[in-house]
């Protein structure tokens, strides 16, 4: 049962597209190339000498990265020196070096340069890679930081993600539906409709977050709270962990019960774009929070304690003056998990219609598909 749903505001991660243009370009160049009717060794030589200034560059930049590296042998690297070597040559020492002898050897059977000539070249190679450090020529792009932080999980909205889930999340939402059950026993089984037993996440993507839900929408309602889940944690003798359950006015003017609550780190966010000594912006908050909504989806959907136990709300404030947006979307994510579960459940625990009952599925031997009635037809 799905329970992280696409939204069209958060991004999905990069493909390989940038991959395959390259390959493309490559194509294009060496078609042009061949319909140049240049000498082949004329082009080899250019496209030699081109290659040994790319692995001379490399090389060139691990070097300028070590001079800075080796005054935090310490405090970064543990006292090793290997470790500094590694963090700033490789993959230089072990591609770039052969790349850069295999360039050389190459050069010089293709040119037939003399060794001081050679030596110039080099030098003049050098030059040429060390002014385009020194100018930021070489520097990557906000695409590349993007995937290389998203990749490796360096995001500040990756590092949230996953310590709500560790810490929270994964604590609670294995035991919520015990917790349901024991609030229903207690209140004359206020929760009937068991395909929303869940904890429903609320993401905004504007981060901007209501300690008080009845503030954000007046349709939305505190009702009670569901038993707290006490559990030893960091020292903290029976740390007290609760959730709130709400009820929803529909258009209809019926009570939907739902167990609701907004996602903390977002609030984070929100007060780091506030601060100016975190030197986050506007547009920095907003690309974290998607990236935080992607990031957290993704956990979930690969956490077997946590199926079936969350819905994810992602929704984006629109520009009108519409009070109670929120109010809707939580009403139509849980008619779609009705819809998912093909049965509909009225929120009003008055109701005596058959929506308001818990249905029962039957489970046929069979593979093949049959009609769920109980009455032999």
Not at 333 to 361: A, D, K, V
Request: proline share 4%; net charge neutral.
């Amino acid at each position: 049962m799905p329970c992280v749903q696409t939204s069209p505001i958060i991004p999905k991660p990069r493909g390989r597209r940038a991959h395959y243009a390259t390959w493309g370009f490559i194509v294009l160049c060496i078609f042009a190339m061949y319909h140049m009717e240049q000498s082949w060794h004329h082009l080899a030589e250019y496209v030699t000498f081109y290659f040994a200034a790319l692995q001379i560059g490399a090389l060139l930049r691990g070097v300028c990265n070590l001079m800075e590296e080796i005054w935090h042998v310490q405090s970064r690297y543990r006292s090793s020196w290997w470790r500094v070597v590694v963090a700033c040559l490789s993959p230089s020492l072990r591609r770039h070096m052969l790349l850069l002898l295999i360039s050389i050897c190459a050069y010089m059977a293709l040119f037939g340069d003399t060794g001081l000539q050679l030596f110039l070249n080099l030098i003049l190679l050098c030059l040429c890679q060390l002014l385009s450090f020194a100018f930021g020529l070489q520097s990557p792009s906000a695409v590349e930081v993007s995937e290389i932080c998203e990749k490796n999980n360096r995001n500040v909205a990756q590092g949230l993600a996953w310590s709500y889930y560790v810490g929270y999340l994964k604590l609670v939402l294995p035991r919520l539906k015990d917790l349901i059950s024991e609030f229903n026993r207690a209140n004359n089984n206020l929760l009937k409709c068991k395909e929303t037993w869940k904890l429903h996440i609320l993401l905004p993507v504007s981060c901007e977050i209501y300690d008080d839900l009845q503030k954000a929408d007046s349709h939305i309602q505190y009702w009670k709270d569901l038993p707290a889940l006490q559990l030893d944690r960091a020292g903290t003798k029976w740390r007290s962990y609760k959730q709130s359950i709400y009820t929803i006015l529909g258009e209809d003017k019926k009570l939907y019960y739902c167990i609701v609550e907004y996602a903390p780190p977002l609030q984070s966010l929100y007060a780091m774009s506030q601060d100016e000594s975190a030197a986050f912006s506007r547009e920095d908050r907003l690309e974290q929070a998607q990236l935080f909504c992607r990031t957290l989806g993704e956990i979930l959907q690969h956490s077997k304690e946590c199926v079936g136990c969350y819905r994810l709300i992602v929704y984006e404030e629109s520009g009108d003056s519409d009070s109670h947006l929120l109010s809707k979307e939580i009403l139509r994510h849980i008619r779609q998990q009705h819809l998912e579960e093909y049965t509909m459940c009225e929120g009003n625990h008055e109701s005596t219609t058959f929506l308001s009952t818990e249905p029962s599925i039957l489970i046929s031997d069979s593979e093949l598909p049959r009609p769920l009635r109980s009455d032999g037809f």
